[in-house]
């Protein structure tokens, strides 16, 4: 078991640096809301991650793989969520927060921008975790092949996305310190209206990739 956590953990790692909509949705909300709401996006990504790792140790995820009805229509599903990100993330681009107010709130002691809405952040995060078929495919063709024959499969499953958890959680807690450090110059309205638009277009982007991909 030692030996196929570490290979997972190699694996792992290789997959949380890969660039993907979970890492857009973490940046755009620490600059847009602050370090909180940055890892709250965090956090409900990684909730989608157990999701995900539950059905697979339950063999649902094969099921998706197994049948293009339910693929295609997760897939649907989570690039018509991806497009709605990518606009209305253009549409906040007309108004972007002035960075004199970022200014005041931080020097109030606050993180800047909006009030943080707990739920409806990490809700964020999760829907798109969970709307991507390709996470669900990606655990189930992945995980089986690190859980030995000796040990019962749902918690050695669990495990796994346990570490791929941890090693996303790193991940995203050094993306939000780093657009939080940045964060006053990245909230300057012309900035702040650019960045808006090419995190729109890259959701966009993401949700036509979604679209054109296959089970």
Not at 59 to 80: E, K, P
Not at 128 to 133: V, Y
Not at 139 to 153: G, I, N, R
């Amino acid at each position: 078991m030692l030996a196929s956590l570490l290979a997972f953990t190699v694996v792992a790692l290789i997959l949380t640096l890969s660039p993907g909509p979970d890492t857009v949705i973490v940046l755009r909300t620490t600059v847009s809301s602050g370090r909180r709401a940055g890892f709250l996006a965090g956090l409900g990504v990684n909730l989608g991650c157990y999701v995900w790792g539950v059905a697979t140790a339950l063999g649902l995820t094969a099921l998706l793989a197994a049948s293009d009805v339910a693929y295609t229509a997760v897939r649907i599903a989570g690039v018509a969520y991806l497009v709605w990100l990518g606009v209305r993330a253009l549409w906040n681009a007309r108004r972007a927060v002035p960075a004199e107010a970022v200014e005041a709130t931080e020097a109030a002691g606050g993180t800047g921008g909006p009030p943080v809405r707990a739920l409806a952040i990490m809700r964020t995060g999760f829907i798109t975790n969970l709307l991507n078929p390709k996470v669900g495919v990606i655990y189930m063709t992945l995980l089986p092949q690190f859980v030995p024959a000796d040990v019962s499969v749902l918690p050695a499953t669990l495990l796994l996305v346990t570490i791929h958890n941890l090693l996303g959680a790193a991940w995203f807690a050094l993306v939000v310190l780093a657009a939080s450090l940045m964060r006053r110059g990245l909230s300057r309205p012309v900035v702040r209206r650019r960045m808006e638009q090419l995190t729109g277009l890259v959701f966009i982007g993401f949700g036509v990739r979604l679209a054109a991909e296959s089970g």
